[in-house]
């Protein structure tokens, strides 16, 4: 973005249009590119009186500036001294102090007396010169990024003046190719939205720093940036309302008046998703039998769309749990969003920020609720996916027949749930007439019986333990303590089946 007293709009006919360059302005983009590569080297004030006699000579002042803003936050300065400053003016202070500095004799005495309590031969002109040299316009410029030309300077300025402009936007709506990866980014900035169906398509509609009550600089910087990724699609359109010093005004931008650069200016303000990164995070380094789904379906609500932060599925069939984290958001936009709750059917788990006080009125439609406070503990979220995991086993074990009969001679409780489309706890309450359970595991009573005969008091652990597999049974352990067996150790040498 560009401060915004580079903003360059026109205003007539009651809109809004940025000023954007073009290509007869890529020689005064090169000219001061130029004025940079020329003073490499030297210092930012003298740089900056260069800048200054280049506004002069152009047409528009604004447009030098706003150029040489975005090169100069790309550009590499360096503090360049003999000496720490902070330390040379400490130790000239000190010195000036002990000498009584009250002429310009007495003056360089101190400087003199000051250089001589460094090491080496610091003069105390130097010293002076070190003094005051991390002021900003004495930094020295060291690198200009080879990645400016004209051209791509030329475009980075006018995505930034773009930006600039919808800083002060209280609603923008957006069509374009992409409307998931439009989304997605939304989301990750952290923006407030609806996606809103119209005859042309989805349409995103956001809501403006100007109307957010609060950390409205940081809210305006993320609501500017999500135009890159509206302008890096095929077919785009933007609409904006502006608060134009208390005056409403209309904005339009298509992809005919904006390209975005090669690459993004190292200095953009990066976004941090928090809430939602965190919680992402920390739940995906759980081992349980749900699976998280970022960036999930657009959901039916009424009139509108609705894009749920993420979704559960459960690995034991075709369950889905949608998951809506409601943090930083107006009282308005709190309004819309239980509206859209109040109108979608499907299964929704909603973590509120404590502070909106909305929990019981989500709870009363029908949604689960987990209130979270500067963030969303991931215990609360799985203690609700338990509840609901309840229910979804009471549904599957109410499919199942009282008694199934499996053609297997043995096995596993997983396998079997597996082929019905259902979790191990589903099935726990079934029975099996065919089949004795050990352990996890259902075993026909004649294998018992055959395993039983090929096992001896005596045999070696991996013995005994390929006699039961054998038989095509897997937990070893489980059939030696069914059939009165246990494993003796004896030191190093390995385990001795021994009658319990």
């Known amino acids: 973005m560009l401060t915004k007293d580079l903003l360059r709009v026109s205003r007539a006919g009651g809109g809004y249009h940025p000023q954007f360059a073009t290509g007869d302005d890529e020689a005064l983009a090169g000219r001061v590119l130029g004025v940079f590569q020329g003073h490499v080297g030297e210092e930012r004030g003298a740089l900056r009186d260069a800048l200054r006699d280049l506004e002069g000579e152009a047409e528009d002042f604004k447009l030098v500036r706003g150029f040489a803003h975005l090169v100069e936050r790309d550009a590499r300065f360096e503090v360049q001294s003999p000496v720490d400053p902070e330390r040379a003016r400490r130790t000239a202070f000190d010195a000036a102090e002990d000498v009584g500095v009250v002429c310009e004799d007495k003056r360089e005495t101190a400087l003199a007396e000051a250089a001589g309590r460094f090491p080496g031969d610091l003069s105390p002109d130097d010293l002076a010169d070190a003094l005051y040299a991390d002021r900003e316009t004495r930094e020295v410029l060291v690198e200009v990024p080879d990645r400016w ?14 930006q600039t402009a919808l800083f002060d936007a209280t609603e923008v709506r957006v069509r374009c190719s992409d409307p998931r990866r ?67 005004r209309h904005l339009v931008l298509t992809d005919d008046d904006l390209a975005v ?11 941090d998703s928090g809430v939602e990164r965190e919680f992402a995070q920390r739940f995906q380094s759980l081992d349980l039998d749900w699976t998280l789904v970022r960036e999930p379906d657009v959901l039916a609500a009424g009139e509108r769309l609705m894009v749920p932060d993420f979704a559960f599925e459960y690995v034991h069939g075709d369950a889905r749990v949608y998951f809506e984290i409601m943090g930083f958001w107006t009282p308005e936009y709190v309004a819309k969003k239980l509206d859209q709750l109040d109108q979608t059917d499907e299964t929704l788990l909603v973590a509120v920020d404590q502070s909106l006080g909305v929990g019981e009125e989500i709870a009363a439609r029908d949604h689960r609720v987990v209130e979270y406070s500067g963030s969303v503990r991931v215990k609360d979220v799985v203690d609700a996916l338990r509840d609901l995991e309840a229910d979804l086993v009471a549904e599957q074990a109410s499919t199942l027949p009282a008694e199934l009969a499996p053609d297997d001679d043995a096995v596993t409780l997983a396998d079997l749930a597996a082929r019905h489309g259902v979790s191990e706890d589903a099935i726990e309450d079934v029975g099996f007439p065919d089949h004795e359970r050990v352990g996890r595991t259902l075993v026909r009573p004649d294998v018992l019986d055959a395993i039983d005969a090929d096992l001896a008091a005596g045999l070696s652990k991996d013995d005994a333990e390929a006699v039961v597999a054998d038989h095509g049974v897997d937990d070893a352990s489980a059939v030696f303590s069914r059939l009165g067996y246990r494993v003796e150790w004896e030191g190093l040498s390995g385990g001795t089946l021994r009658e319990q």
């Open 149 to 162: 030309t004209p051209a791509s300077l030329v475009a980075q300025y006018n995505l930034s003046l773009a």
């Open 182 to 248: 439009l989304v997605s980014a939304v989301k990750r900035l952290g923006l407030l939205y609806e996606v809103v169906p119209t005859d042309e398509g989805r349409e995103v509609v956001l809501t403006g720093p100007d109307a957010v009550f609060r950390h409205t600089r940081r809210y305006g910087t993320r609501f500017a940036r999500v135009l890159r990724t509206v302008a890096e699609t095929a077919d785009w359109r933007v609409e904006a309302t502006v608060d134009d010093r208390s005056t409403e």
């Open 261 to 271: 650069p090669d690459a993004d200016p190292v200095a953009e303000v990066s976004f």
